[in-house]
């Protein structure tokens, strides 16, 4: 399950593919602390065992270590992990995170592009130095990589600095046409550039750090979209999404989608109501 706290953000990347920046209403009445707790209630009793907190940037929310306070009590056993811009983490939240065994996942967007592709006048020298705390620190970053037309010449450098600075895994793809790039096609790239992009990232000197590439250049979920106009997109080499098989999202506001990408097919609230026959429900049950 991927929780997201907030719709708030101090970035603006514009290849953020939050759906609120599609569908603003998605991020009106945030749910507040006790409404996470009736969610991850809720994830216990449905079984959860991997549960992914984001936003937005989750860290802007001051409750956030009591969430993920309640979270460990309630699913004891359960993998839990926080998406973070990691702008507002220092050593000692390091350490917060380590002692709460919550692991930790941030997007390094670019090197000379880090300022263009946050949307922000930041320069990448900052995460890259967290990124190799938190590997001193034995807790290291899991690094996604999302390659635009503005940092595809950069990428593979992306790559090899995010591997030197300590990350413990790399997941690398193209950016998606959904959420604020809806408008930006012009960061698209085509199927040939991004097999060019895979073959520099494979050609680097071994560094000894697991990665992979998520070849989808749009969400096969979304049907409120036009496909995507990338000539070559049903060629091999595209997979289908994984992630629908076992897998759902929890917005700001407390609805549930069975996409990060898309709509919920029912605007069913998720709620729980204890002894009744809502309690019987699983999660796909709201799908
Ligand atoms: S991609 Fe992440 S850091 Fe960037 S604007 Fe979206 S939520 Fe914020």
Same mark, same amino acid.
């Given at each position: 399950?991927?929780?997201?706290?907030?719709?708030?953000?101090?970035?603006?990347?514009?290849?953020?593919?939050?759906?609120?920046?599609?569908?603003?209403?998605?991020?009106?009445?945030?749910?507040?602390?006790?409404?996470?707790?009736?969610?991850?209630?809720?994830?216990?009793?449905?079984?959860?065992?991997?549960?992914?907190?984001?936003?937005?940037?989750?860290?802007?929310?001051?409750?956030?270590?009591?969430?993920?306070?309640?979270?460990? +009590?309630?699913?004891? *056993?359960?993998? =839990? @992990? /926080?998406?973070?811009? #990691? %702008?507002? !983490?220092?050593?000692?939240?390091?350490?917060?995170?380590?002692?709460?065994?919550?692991?930790?996942?941030?997007?390094?967007?670019?090197?000379?592009?880090?300022?263009?592709?946050?949307?922000? +006048?930041?320069?990448? *020298?900052?995460? =890259? @130095? /967290?990124?190799?705390? #938190? %590997?001193? !620190?034995?807790?290291?970053?899991?690094?996604?990589?999302?390659?635009?037309?503005?940092?595809?010449?950069?990428?593979?450098?992306?790559?090899?600095?995010?591997?030197?600075?300590?990350?413990?895994?790399?997941?690398? *793809?193209?950016?998606?046409?959904?959420?604020?790039?809806? %408008?930006?096609?012009?960061?698209?790239?085509?199927?040939?550039?991004?097999?060019?992009?895979?073959?520099?990232?494979?050609?680097?000197?071994?560094?000894?750090?697991?990665?992979?590439?998520?070849?989808?250049?749009?969400?096969?979920?979304?049907?409120?979209?036009?496909?995507?106009?990338?000539?070559?997109?049903?060629?091999?080499?595209?997979?289908?999404?994984?992630?629908?098989?076992?897998?759902?999202?929890?917005?700001?506001?407390?609805?549930?989608?069975?996409?990060?990408?898309?709509?919920?097919?029912?605007?069913?609230?998720?709620?729980?109501?204890?002894?009744?026959?809502?309690?019987?429900?699983?999660?796909?049950?709201?799908?």
């Amino acid at each position: 399950m991927t929780l997201e706290l907030t719709a708030k953000c101090n970035f603006r990347c514009p290849c953020c593919y939050c759906l609120w920046h599609e569908y603003p209403s998605l991020a009106e009445n945030e749910l507040d602390l006790d409404g996470w707790k009736a969610i991850l209630d809720k994830c216990a009793a449905d079984g959860v065992d991997d549960v992914l907190f984001t936003g937005g940037e989750a860290t802007l929310r001051a409750d956030i270590f009591r969430i993920l306070d309640y979270a460990r +009590r309630t699913l004891p *056993g359960a993998r =839990l @992990s /926080l998406f973070t811009n #990691a %702008s507002r !983490l220092d050593e000692s939240a390091l350490k917060k995170f380590r002692r709460r065994r919550v692991h930790l996942a941030t997007s390094l967007q670019g090197l000379a592009t880090y300022g263009e592709m946050t949307g922000t +006048r930041r320069r990448c *020298g900052r995460l =890259l @130095s /967290l990124i190799a705390k #938190a %590997s001193e !620190l034995g807790w290291p970053f899991a690094v996604s990589l999302t390659v635009t037309r503005a940092n595809m010449s950069e990428a593979a450098d992306m790559f090899a600095a995010a591997a030197l600075s300590g990350a413990e895994f790399i997941q690398a *793809g193209p950016v998606m046409l959904g959420g604020r790039a809806v %408008s930006r096609r012009d960061l698209a790239i085509g199927p040939d550039e991004w097999e060019k992009v895979k073959r520099e990232i494979r050609s680097l000197p071994d560094a000894r750090v697991p990665y992979t590439f998520c070849d989808e250049f749009a969400c096969d979920c979304r049907t409120d979209l036009p496909r995507v106009p990338l000539a070559k997109r049903e060629d091999a080499g595209r997979k289908p999404c994984q992630a629908g098989k076992a897998f759902g999202t929890v917005g700001p506001d407390g609805r549930y989608r069975t996409c990060l990408h898309a709509l919920p097919k029912k605007a069913a609230r998720f709620s729980v109501s204890r002894g009744s026959k809502k309690r019987k429900c699983t999660l796909a049950g709201f799908a």
